[in-house]
């Protein structure tokens, strides 16, 4: 092929690529398609075949490249441009306006006068922070501990409201800014969500417990391929840095810029002046019924300061922003039957008592157990089994027995009581004087050891990639692991004879472990499972 060639097939498979970025915007951010399905398909297949043969003009933002497919060892680390922070919590109007005066109070008076709020919606999925460069998206990372993410770039490439270069429409008439950092949350539909589990359980796999969950596990798949298959989206929020871009002064300005750039931008957003902020504490009320009637899980409003300025100049406090508040509605109740009650064993030996429920809904979540706590508060509470209880979602994730329908019992209830001895190995449990929880004194106890494996080897404490749950069962029962020390010294010539440990995985397992010896010794003395002794000790 001749240079002239060349420069015609290159030019063809740019414009044939920012044709389908185009009609991908309209049918995904805008739902509002121009074309066919199969005149899209035809254009599709098109810039597919022109780039298998010229492979070397197939580039990373090509639309071609949302299928995924690369296997990835492990999740490198990003570090975020700037702190990831969480948001102080709000629960009823009264703490909303005591934040109101508190902002009063550190504003000036000319501040005051200029003060707005933006409302939006609190997602329920999983916060990501995204980077363009000239237009093009270049990386993508989890929140992680909100300094450090995991760097999922191949897997959000395959998000399809996801924008592989900016702007998505070709007509805007914008100019990409030199570099563009936004923070959003990849999320999925509750149809969606009840569809994918429903065909999980047919298919004999596990389901997810609750949409957060299932767009975490399907961010952090090492292989790209899985993630294209899930029915994930995405909400963009917030800019973090905007470069040779246009001088943005409000947050309600940004979002509108964004939106412009053909990034998805939740259209659920209102913005109130400070003297209309009784119509804020209205709309927050509101919107609590309503939010039941969003096609995707919302846990809550988010309210921020409106001007940009203003956010810098109150800063943060500890953690948090003081610009910033998340109001977040009360866990709704559900009434079930409490089947059972049965005691888990956790890595500390302490004995949790937890409920065996017939299933039932609760905010969009189908639950089957929950927590009881301990002894004393199934004796405080007289709970039986076979009673009729309220349960809620403490904080909308951990389910709880609030307490029970004394007046629906019929007499079959049955009164619980701790058993004298551990329903796993056998030891004796004690209670120690002036302590709620009861223990297995067997150290030695396989479920003790197994849990205490989980949280050595889990992200909150040594972080060991491809270390888990599974690992820590299969092997303290083959017998491998007798201790936490063990995890350094496994018998990989054994486990290269089980079932699924290939050399690969092996391998890869291997330098998940030789890699955290790395860690500071806080994280060490965190993972050692000391009594009283955790992350903030």
Known sequence: MTASEMSLTRQAVAELAARIRYHQYRYYALDDPEISDQAFDALFEELRALEAAHPDLRTPDSPTQRVGGAIAARFEKTRHPALMLSLANAFHPGELLAWRDRLRRLLSEAERDRLAYVVEPKFDGLTVVLHYTDGVFSLGATRGDGEFGETITANLRTVRLLPLQIPADRAAGLAAPARLVVRGEVYVEKADFARFNQRQLEAGERAYANPRNFAAGSLRQLDSSITAARPLKLWVYQALIVERGPALSSHWEALAYLRSLGLPVCPDVQRFTDDEFDQVTAYVEAFSARRHDLPYEVDGLVIKVDSLLMQEELGFTG????????????????????????????????????????????????????????????????????????????????????????????????????????????????????????????????????????????????????????????????????????????????????????????????????????RPIHRLLTALVIRFVGAVV
């Open 319 to 518: 953690k948090d922003p003081r610009w910033a508040l998340a109001y977040k509605y009360a866990a709704e109740e559900a009434i079930t039957t409490l089947q059972d009650i049965v005691v888990n064993v956790g890595r500390t030996g302490a004995v949790t008592p937890n409920a065996v429920l017939a299933p039932v809904q609760v905010s969009g979540v189908m639950v089957k157990s929950a927590t009881l706590h301990n002894e004393d508060y199934i004796r405080d509470l007289d709970i039986r089994i076979g009673d009729q209880v309220v349960i809620k979602r403490a904080g909308e994730v951990i389910p709880k027995v609030l307490r029970p329908l004394v007046d629906a019992r019929d007499g079959s209830e049955q009164v619980w009581a701790m058993p004298a001895t551990c329903p796993v190995c056998g030891a004796p449990l004690v209670r120690p004087a002036g302590e709620a929880a009861t223990y297995c004194v067997n150290n030695a106890c396989p479920e003790q050891l197994v849990r205490a494996v989980e949280y050595f080897v889990g992200r909150d404490a040594m972080d060991i990639a491809g270390f888990g749950i599974k690992q820590a069962e299969l092997f303290v029962a083959q017998g491998f692991i007798h201790d936490l020390a063990d995890i350094y010294q496994l018998p990989w010539e054994q486990i290269r004879q089980l079932e699924g440990y290939g050399d690969k995985r092996v391998e890869n397992l291997m330098a998940g472990i030789e890699a955290s010896k790395d």
